[in-house]
């Protein structure tokens, strides 16, 4: 099974170079059903991997001209503190054990991938349901926009999750961005936000196998290229 999640670590780069989320949504399921790595712990691979990746991703985005940095700034900040006070505060108060229906133990790890379901099902809506074309804002909604940076910031905290596919939306109706620059701008807040959460993970002592955990995001790194690559042959 690893040698199909190696294999499933390209796309997780694919998809984080071409669209600019959907890095954990991936990374977690793939990290969990093929490597066989507990879902707490996923989520702190994951945010690492998925950080990584996009590090490499902006800054190609930066070097194209589609990386604004004002935007990303105010997205990011708030995003942060929501983020490490949910992995500080929150995630570790949750009980291993929730409680049981009808003799289904309801744990902490089922929590997790019920959440994670859950956010999969959402995201492929949002891309798949065809919306009316809406009206750019004439100034860019600062408060707004950190208000929903606040947002994606649990989300990333509690699922180890990028929110890029929150991120994107946000850039474009907040921050007045075309969907190249949300791309590359989503890719530097994920980046922020993805690392500090794992330094904070690593902080409060998780444990990391670092060689599959390096492996695997240079993977995902390669993937991340060819998306980038390919949202260059793409229009605005």
């Given at each position: 099974m690893?040698?199909?999640?190696?294999?499933?670590?390209i796309?997780?780069?694919?998809?984080l170079?071409?669209i600019?989320?959907?890095?954990?949504?991936?990374?977690?399921?793939?990290?969990?059903?093929?490597f066989?790595?507990?879902?707490?712990?996923?989520?702190?691979?994951?945010?690492?991997?998925?950080?990584?990746?996009?590090?490499?991703?902006?800054?190609?985005?930066?070097?194209?001209?589609n990386l604004?940095?004002?935007?990303?700034?105010?997205?990011?900040?708030?995003s942060?503190?929501?983020?490490?006070?949910?992995r500080?505060?929150?995630?570790?108060k949750i009980?291993?054990t929730?409680?049981?229906?009808?003799?289904f133990e309801?744990s902490?790890?089922?929590?997790?991938?019920?959440?994670?379901?859950?956010?999969?099902?959402?995201?492929?809506t949002?891309?798949?349901?065809?919306?009316?074309?809406?009206?750019?804002?004439?100034?860019?909604?600062?408060?707004?926009?950190?208000?929903?940076?606040?947002?994606?910031g649990?989300?990333?905290?509690f699922l180890?999750?990028?929110?890029g596919?929150l991120?994107i939306?946000?850039?474009?109706?907040?921050?007045?961005?075309?969907?190249k620059?949300?791309?590359?701008?989503?890719?530097?807040?994920?980046?922020?936000?993805?690392?500090?959460?794992?330094?904070?993970?690593?902080?409060?002592?998780?444990?990391?196998?670092?060689?599959?955990?390096l492996?695997?995001?240079?993977?995902?790194?390669?993937?991340?290229?060819?998306?980038?690559?390919?949202?260059?042959?793409i229009?605005?």
């Amino acid at each position: 099974m690893e040698y199909i999640g190696y294999l499933a670590s390209i796309i997780i780069g694919i998809s984080l170079g071409l669209i600019g989320g959907g890095g954990s949504i991936l990374t977690v399921p793939i990290l969990v059903y093929l490597f066989q790595i507990n879902p707490e712990n996923a989520t702190s691979y994951s945010l690492f991997i998925v950080g990584t990746t996009a590090m490499v991703g902006s800054y190609r985005h930066y070097k194209l001209g589609n990386l604004k940095i004002k935007s990303a700034l105010y997205f990011a900040f708030p995003s942060v503190i929501s983020l490490l006070l949910v992995r500080k505060l929150l995630v570790p108060k949750i009980p291993t054990t929730l409680g049981y229906i009808q003799g289904f133990e309801i744990s902490k790890n089922l929590l997790i991938m019920v959440v994670f379901a859950l956010l999969m099902i959402a995201a492929s809506t949002s891309m798949i349901r065809k919306t009316k074309q809406q009206p750019l804002p004439a100034k860019i909604n600062l408060t707004r926009l950190a208000v929903v940076g606040f947002l994606v910031g649990f989300i990333t905290g509690f699922l180890g999750a990028g929110g890029g596919f929150l991120i994107i939306p946000a850039l474009i109706f907040f921050a007045d961005l075309p969907m190249k620059q949300a791309v590359g701008t989503s890719l530097f807040i994920i980046f922020i936000n993805s690392l500090i959460g794992f330094t904070g993970d690593i902080i409060n002592g998780v444990t990391v196998n670092y060689n599959l955990l390096l492996t695997i995001t240079g993977i995902a790194i390669i993937g991340m290229l060819i998306g980038t690559q390919l949202s260059k042959k793409i229009e605005s």
